[in-house]
């Protein structure tokens, strides 16, 4: 899971929370809720200019970018995503096949839907037909004859590598933070001003 936390300063809080009669954390907790509301939709904001999206997994669904609102309890605000993909694209990193040897990365002759998703006809599995090549270079491909004949084709649709390097791009604490040094003050500061003007006092 990648998961941010904004915390508040308990010290400070104590010390206000005398002068707004308990309402203090309220307002540090809003603020920090705000933050956190922030940091996500800039992240979201952010992932159209670093990856291809086929799916809209960041913004619906059980992997989602969430946030976790702070209370007055626990001046902890969270930012997360239980996406499993997306932890080696925030460090980067070396793939490694998980239920077979190596790892099938599609080419250019694999066909795609609408949505640019490889189609359930094209992947590994399906292609009963498909033979190994071998070539030269050392690399693997799995491929397909096209026709019958002389006039037969052959097309390589998946490269087999035993293993993949990662770039980190994601940048999700790096987004985080810029949102942090630019705008965390306001959102507390907004936070507590609510919170003086509404207390019942």
Not at 55 to 70: F, L, N, Q
């Amino acid at each position: 899971m990648l998961k941010i936390n904004v915390s508040g300063i308990n010290e400070t809080a104590a010390y206000l929370e005398a002068l707004a009669k308990g309402e203090l954390r309220f307002g540090i907790a809003k603020g920090l809720t705000s933050l956190a509301n922030g940091i996500r939709e800039k992240v979201k904001e952010e992932l159209p200019h670093r990856f291809t999206l086929r799916t809209r997994w960041w913004d619906r669904g059980p992997h989602s970018i969430k946030t976790e609102k702070a209370t007055k309890q626990n001046l902890t605000s969270k930012v997360f995503t239980t996406a499993p993909w997306m932890q080696m694209q925030e460090e980067g990193g070396t793939k490694l096949p998980t239920k077979s040897r190596r790892l099938a990365l599609p080419m250019a002759d694999v066909r795609r839907t609408k949505r640019d998703l490889v189609q359930k006809s094209q992947k590994p599995r399906a292609l009963t037909k498909a033979f190994l090549v071998h070539t030269k270079t050392g690399h693997d491909f799995l491929a397909v004859r096209i026709g019958r004949g002389k006039r037969s084709t052959m097309k390589l649709m998946w490269l087999l590598e035993r293993s993949v390097n990662i770039k980190k791009r994601f940048g999700f604490h790096e987004t985080a933070q810029l949102v942090v040094d630019r705008v965390g003050l306001t959102h507390i500061e907004e936070g507590i001003k609510y919170a003086l003007e509404t207390s019942k006092r």
